[in-house]
């Protein structure tokens, strides 16, 4: 159940979806700004299948909630990466590094995750999995914690090279902020791979103002993105909204349900109890 806003914020990101998973484009993060209350979480849970298809499935999906993962630098940083390393993800990898051992893929080096033949990377893979599934126990500086899960995101770029990958990351302003702009750079930085980051942000998002800083110039130019909609929520918006979900009301029924709520979500919340 989506209204008007919501559902051309869904079209302009399944259009971004279209065009990473048939290549050439490499991998972009798109970011939902708007005010909380606004149904950005609404568009989220349903993104996957509003954008998935039984001809072109996505595959693997990862779902981040910001409000859910730990406060704290040290066990954010944990959270995320084992979120990353979703079993969508742990599974495509297995599967990538049995063909390479079954063809016999030569051990390359450590410069990158990321080759034109995936085979090749197998080795590497497995390497930088192990690691981020296992961390450093003897080293619990930001960096390093840092690093972690850096490493987690670019085992995703890697797999998305042959499987398109769909990151959705909702409330990302909770993510501690180095950590959140260090995770979504490594997911997105590599041209031959195919991540589409979503990632859901307040109005006058920190994140949102270091990744669009970081990406007028090096790895991630021209790769991050806003999506065009219309943050209002005003009575009028509200009451239009209460229409749109619910046809059946009455001008003056939507009008009170206007009245009545704050949000987007709470009009959301309304109509779905009647």
């Known amino acids: 159940m989506l209204g008007r806003r919501q559902k051309e914020a869904a079209a302009e990101l399944a259009r971004w979806w279209d065009g990473i998973r048939h290549g050439g484009v490499g991998s972009h993060v798109v970011l939902l700004v708007g005010p909380e209350g606004w149904g950005r ?34 066990p954010q940083a944990l959270a995320l990466r084992d979120g990353l390393l979703a079993v969508d993800v742990r599974r495509q990898a297995a599967a990538l ?10 051990r ?14 197998m080795s590497l893979l497995l390497a930088s999995l192990a ?13 390093s914690e840092n690093n972690t899960a850096a490493r987690a995101a670019q085992v995703v770029a890697a797999v ?4 398109p990958t769909l990151v959705i990351i909702d409330d990302a302003d909770y993510l501690e902020l180095s950590l959140a702009v260090s995770v979504i750079e490594n997911l997105i930085e590599q041209h031959d791979s195919r991540v589409l980051v979503v990632a859901a942000v307040d109005l006058g998002s920190d994140v949102a103002a270091a990744l ?36 059946h009301l009455t001008t003056a029924q939507a009008e009170q349900l206007a009245w009545q709520s704050r949000t987007f979500a709470e009009i959301f919340a309304a109509v779905r109890s009647q």
């Open 212 to 247: 669009t800083s970081r990406a007028r110039y090096g790895p991630t130019a021209g790769r991050v993105h806003r999506a065009d909609i219309d943050p209002r929520m005003g009575y009028l918006s509200r009451a239009e909204l209460a229409g749109e979900l619910n046809p």
């Open 131 to 143: 690691a981020a599934a296992q961390g450093s126990p003897a080293d619990y500086s930001p960096a």
């Open 41 to 74: 979480s609404t568009v989220l849970d349903q993104l996957p299948g509003i954008i998935g298809s039984a001809d072109a499935p996505i595959c693997p999906v990862v779902h981040i909630n910001g409000r859910s993962l730990p406060a704290e630098h040290s």
């Open 160 to 163: 998305s090279a042959t499987a």
């Open 97 to 106: 590094l049995c063909c390479s051992r079954l063809r016999g893929a030569p």
């Open 108 to 121: 390359l080096g450590t410069g990158s995750l990321l080759l034109s033949g995936m085979a090749g990377t």
